[in-house]
């Protein structure tokens, strides 16, 4: 198994979980992750997984195995810090290039001046270069899921 089955294999047994507690409404499933976490939901929503929304804050976009036409179910919406070293352009520029070809409905929201973990307040206390809090972000970012959660489960 490679690493994007690896990935979907461990985000579906994760889910599979989640949707056979008697409190799961398997109707009004999204699936939302920070960093690997979001990494995890977009390569669900690239297998076909029938989510309605795949949500990823400074999550990678990068992928081994790009969503086929047609294949995703779920409403795209990715979070990314303009100035995030562990996300660049051409990154962003190759998640743009397969959603658009994947026929997907997708967003890629890029917060000018924003480096990565922006939503974690303890971020700077590992102390590595681009990995830098932004109260301001984690707010706006927040708040652009809850409006696709809106969308979605309206």
């Not at 690493?3 to 398997?26: H, K």
């Not at 047609?70 to 520029?93: F, M, N, Y």
Request: proline fraction near 6%; aromatic fraction near 8%; charge should be negative.
């Amino acid at each position: 198994m490679d690493a994007p089955e690896r990935i979907a294999a461990l985000g579906q047994a994760g889910l599979d979980i989640l949707l056979a507690q008697p409190e799961a409404d398997v109707a009004r499933v999204a699936a939302i992750g920070f960093c690997f976490g979001g990494t995890m939901s977009f390569q669900l929503a690239r297998a076909g997984v029938p989510l309605k929304a795949a949500v990823g804050f400074h999550a990678g976009l990068a992928t081994l195995a790009p969503a086929k036409e047609g294949a995703v179910a779920a409403k795209i919406l990715a979070l990314i810090g303009a100035d995030d070293p562990i996300i660049p352009p051409a990154q962003r520029e190759s998640f743009v290039a397969e959603m658009t070809a994947a026929k997907a409905d997708w967003q890629l929201v890029l917060y000018g001046g924003v480096q990565h973990s922006f939503t974690n307040p303890a971020a700077q206390q590992v102390n590595i270069p681009g990995i830098v809090y932004d109260a301001a972000t984690e707010r706006r970012s927040w708040q652009a899921m809850r409006d696709l959660f809106d969308e979605v489960f309206a």
